[in-house]
């Protein structure tokens, strides 16, 4: 990510992180010398927050990283690389495919979230993404019979 | 039709259709929609938004009145041209900042815009300039008749629990949103304004200036919005705003009544607008947001019966004014004045210009229009 173009010296080494600064809309080192003519002050406040941002995104990667292969809960969307962190901090989602993969962890309404069925079309890559990491999880724990039964299910989807 | 060609005729908001009345300026539905697979554009790389504009412009363009219409691609419109199509009130601001693989078609009868790689994969903008009549579900069923002819042949992202997927969760649902634009001069006047603001929020809608960037009153102007509309309430909605438009459009007709029943208001109000018109008939120079302060007061003055052209309609009268707010702005001037006139600055260009528009129109503070009473 060439933020350096445009924002020299000092955040040269803060632009390793192209994820983040796509998820702040800045996915366009054209486009953002455009921003900057139609809103210069916004532009500036916009820079100083992902700055912040990415300074404190790059210490929290490795965490999450790990994190994730914790949880049975797919934190990256395998369509299009979007996380569950930038999620949280933008408010945004990469693709349509990221409703079904974050879904449940975005509670949208006070309606009744346990109506799964209603959550239709689930793209096959996400469903062997999730099959994968549940498949690896269950041999991390020894359970061995769970094991088997999603590695059958693995092998159908292929 | 080129761009010289579309900047030739008025952009939809600024035509005045008829109907006397000066405080209903127009109604605009947002449509979005995106595609199946494909990454939304804020998330998206270059070559992502070029393979989204080739899947929506083919089917755009078989779109009635699209082939005759206006297309770019944003990346080819000068950072004049952008301004010009936004004081048009014809881009969203997001769009005039975005660049390759991002287009924008517009009608040619310039009543929609359709916006590919903006926020979301496609935004359709539906103008319908000011009538005593709004009609928001018959704009509703407008898009909806578009959308599904989209519908037939795009792969539409959507799903029962959410509706139409939009790049904002929180945004998600039937994908539409309604605004409305109105100008409330003597309310402004009155200092009522923050609470028609305070009002509106309790009532879920949203009130923002026309020209935030020249000033949060500048014209008296004001964008009254609903937030995205969730599945299945777009018909309350458009009720629900409607009402709230006509009670509004009621009380600017009160206050000006009440302004007039006081001999201190009376003069108040009869100084502003013939202020207004000894300034189109005497200034020499003139900035924009001066010009679009001036036209309210005469747009008001016409409705009320102070301000009478002697040989066209009032009506005639209201849509020369209302033709003038994006054609005297200053990007637009810029752009119809350089061939023409290179030593001369549009602050004095202006006025020039403006003093055809009261041409035949008189100024009188004693006849009250007897429709107005
Ligand atoms: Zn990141
Ligand atoms: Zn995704």
Redesign the pocket.
């Known amino acids: 990510m060439q933020l350096t173009q445009i924002v020299n010296g000092e955040v040269t080494e803060l632009t390793l992180c192209e994820a983040c600064a796509k998820s702040k809309g800045l996915f366009d080192p054209q486009s953002l010398s455009f921003a900057e003519q139609f809103f210069p002050e916004e532009f500036k406040k916009k820079i100083d927050n992902l700055v912040k941002e990415l300074v404190q995104h790059k210490q929290n990667e490795q965490e999450q990283a790990q994190e994730s292969v914790r949880t049975d809960m797919l934190t990256r969307?395998p369509?299009?690389d979007?996380t569950l962190e930038l999620y949280r901090k933008t408010e945004r989602?990469?693709?349509p495919?990221?409703y079904s993969?974050f879904g449940p962890e975005v509670n949208k309404g006070e309606e009744t979230t346990s109506n799964s069925g209603a959550v239709d079309e689930v793209s096959p890559a996400i469903a062997r993404k999730k099959l994968e990491q549940q498949l690896q999880a269950a041999i991390e724990r020894e359970d061995y019979e769970t094991a088997a039964i999603l590695r059958d299910k693995l092998k159908k989807t292929d | 039709m080129n761009f010289k060609t579309l900047t030739k005729q008025a952009s939809s908001w600024f035509k005045n259709p008829g109907g006397a009345c000066d405080i209903i300026i127009g109604t605009m539905v947002r449509a979005v929609r995106n595609l199946r697979g494909h990454r939304f554009p804020g998330w998206s790389t270059a070559e992502g938004r070029k393979a989204v504009a080739d899947i929506l412009l083919p089917v755009l363009r078989e779109l009635p009145g699209n082939k005759t219409g206006f297309e770019a691609e944003m990346k080819d419109l000068s950072y004049e041209q952008r301004r010009i199509l936004l004081e048009r009130k014809q881009l969203s601001h997001c769009m005039a900042a975005r660049q390759d693989g991002c287009h924008v078609l517009i009608n040619k009868k310039q009543d929609i815009t359709y916006m590919v790689n903006e926020e979301e994969h496609l935004a359709i903008h539906f103008y319908e300039s000011g009538t005593d009549n709004i009609q928001l579900t018959k704009q509703i069923q407008r898009a909806r008749k578009t959308l599904a002819a989209l519908e037939k042949r795009l792969d539409i992202a959507h799903n029962r629990r959410d509706g139409y997927l939009t790049s904002m969760p929180a945004e998600s649902g039937s994908g539409l949103q309604l605004y409305t634009v109105l100008q409330l001069p003597c309310m402004s006047i009155a200092g009522m304004m923050q609470q028609v603001t305070r009002g509106l929020e309790k009532l879920m809608l949203n009130i923002s200036p026309f020209y935030s960037e020249l000033g949060d009153d500048t014209g008296h102007l004001y964008v009254i919005y609903t937030a995205p509309l969730i599945c299945g309430g777009e018909e309350d909605m458009a009720n629900h705003l409607r009402n709230i438009v006509y009670t509004l459009a009621e009380h600017e007709m009160q206050a000006r009544l009440k302004m007039t029943s006081t001999e201190e208001g009376f003069s108040v109000l009869i100084d502003k607008i013939s202020r207004a018109y000894g300034l189109l008939e005497y200034a020499r120079r003139m900035e924009y947001a001066e010009l679009i302060n001036t036209l309210a007061m005469l747009r008001m003055g016409t409705v009320c019966g102070y301000v009478q052209p002697t040989d066209r309609s009032p009506n005639q009268f209201l849509a020369e004014m209302a033709a003038c707010y994006p054609t005297m702005a200053p990007y637009n001037m810029q752009y119809i004045t350089q061939d023409v006139a290179e030593n001369c600055s549009q602050e004095i260009l202006r006025p020039l210009l403006c003093r055809n528009l009261i041409k035949d129109v008189i100024f009188t503070q004693n006849t009250l229009n007897s429709e107005y009473e």
Do not use: K, M, P, T
């Open positions: 969307c369509v299009c979007f989602f990469g693709c495919d990221c993969v």
